[in-house]
């Protein structure tokens, strides 16, 4: 069976989002930065509801690698590395 990468279960959009996360690993991204927006535009309901859908997907998908997507209330997203107990629990 071949092996399938977490590139390969993303959509586009997730992917959008997934590659700053990456880049900034370990640190805060703000949610303007993962929608390409300036600081100073204003995030429609819609749109956080949106974020955090597309969100919740590709958290579900880095889970069995070991990554785990935390919310910033009111600011954005850090993108961790799981221990490899909880890793192995899920």
Same mark, same amino acid.
């Given at each position: 069976?071949?092996?399938? &990468?977490? !590139?390969?279960? /993303?959509? $586009?959009? +997730?992917?959008?989002?997934?590659?700053?996360? *990456?880049?900034?690993?370990?640190?805060?991204?703000?949610? &303007?930065? !993962?929608?390409? /927006?300036? $600081?100073? +535009?204003?995030?429609?309901?819609?749109?956080? *509801?949106?974020?955090?859908?597309?969100?919740?997907?590709?958290?579900?998908?880095?889970?069995?690698?070991?990554?785990?997507?935390?919310?910033?209330?009111?600011?954005?997203?850090?993108?961790?590395?799981?221990?490899?107990?909880?890793?192995?629990?899920?």
């Amino acid at each position: 069976m071949p092996e399938v &990468t977490v !590139l390969q279960q /993303v959509e $586009r959009t +997730q992917l959008h989002l997934l590659v700053p996360l *990456l880049y900034h690993a370990g640190e805060a991204v703000r949610y &303007t930065h !993962l929608l390409g /927006v300036s $600081r100073q +535009q204003s995030l429609t309901r819609s749109i956080r *509801l949106s974020l955090t859908r597309h969100i919740s997907r590709l958290r579900a998908r880095l889970w069995p690698f070991g990554l785990d997507i935390v919310c910033l209330i009111g600011y954005g997203y850090l993108l961790l590395s799981r221990s490899n107990g909880q890793a192995e629990n899920t």
